[in-house]
């Protein structure tokens, strides 16, 4: 059974930095592609960020140049450094992969 735990997060004002961990227990090795998703009420679940086993990156376009995903060799742990916040950053954020395993969520809210 894989587990993923989140931790970081909270508030944060515009142009602030804050940093998401993610730790993933069980066997992370089946594990190809993990990312950071984030969802505000009323909207679907958006990707933020991905990062592949062979270290590839993808972001969105909103976060290109602020957010940096970065993991252990086997994905076994997953950081979100997000710096520059903006108001619209505000949203609980996930990790997660496989569009069926999730962490619990993290709020991130950024103020002015």
């Known amino acids: 059974q894989v587990r993923l735990v989140q931790s970081g997060g909270g508030l944060a004002q515009t142009g602030g930095s804050l940093r998401l961990s993610c730790v993933v227990s069980?066997?992370?090795?089946?594990?190809?592609?993990i990312g950071w998703y984030r969802q505000t009420p009323g909207k679907e679940r958006e990707v933020v960020a991905t990062?592949?086993?062979?270290?590839?990156?993808w972001y969105r376009d909103s976060v290109k140049g602020r957010f940096a995903i970065s993991s252990g060799n086997t994905l076994n742990e997953v950081y979100l450094q997000m710096n520059s916040l903006k108001v619209d950053d505000t949203a609980v954020y996930y990790c997660?992969?496989?569009?069926?395993?999730w962490g619990q969520g993290t709020q991130v809210t950024v103020s002015l």
């Open positions: 990062i592949t086993r062979d270290g590839n990156t």
């Open positions: 069980g066997n992370a090795l089946t594990i190809n592609k």
């Open positions: 997660g992969y496989g569009g069926i395993h």
